[in-house]
């Protein structure tokens, strides 16, 4: 598709979310701040339904990265979240900043949202129109 080269995996790969084997890093390219290391990606609907139901939070370096996405729900989740609304070239859209659970998000023309733990986007000082690097970690 139209994803930028950091957001494309070899066809044999399977990205399961945060519970899978696959990890990511994403790094905000302004200030080389580190923002998780150990991103999952969910690319089908099934993998963006899914999400992080079920999970009772997210660990420092944890998040996900949803492809093909502008909006969000919060719906059964346990805890708040950070979110980035990224553009086809890895570019901040919209930042959402600890979204409690039972609560919706959406961003007209983004194609990813990241989501992080809540209070990430703060400490490690992101702005809107920063741009990510998203690199498969080994």
């Not at 990430?120 to 970690?137: P, T």
């Amino acid at each position: 598709g139209d994803l930028p080269r950091a957001f494309r995996a070899p066809p044999d790969v399977s990205h399961r979310g945060p519970a899978g084997t696959v990890r990511y890093a994403v790094t905000v390219l302004r200030t080389g701040t580190c923002l998780g290391d150990r991103v999952g990606m969910a690319r089908g609907f099934a993998e963006r339904f899914r999400g992080l139901l079920g999970r009772s939070g997210l660990a420092e370096g944890e998040g996900l990265l949803l492809e093909g996405c502008a909006s969000i729900h919060t719906c059964f989740m346990r805890f708040p979240l950070d979110l980035c609304f990224l553009d086809a070239s890895s570019r901040i859209l919209k930042m959402v900043e600890a979204l409690g659970p039972w609560r919706a998000a959406a961003c007209p023309g983004a194609v990813h949202v990241l989501e992080l733990p809540a209070g990430v986007l703060s400490l490690r000082q992101v702005r809107a129109g920063d741009s990510l690097e998203v690199r498969r970690c080994a």
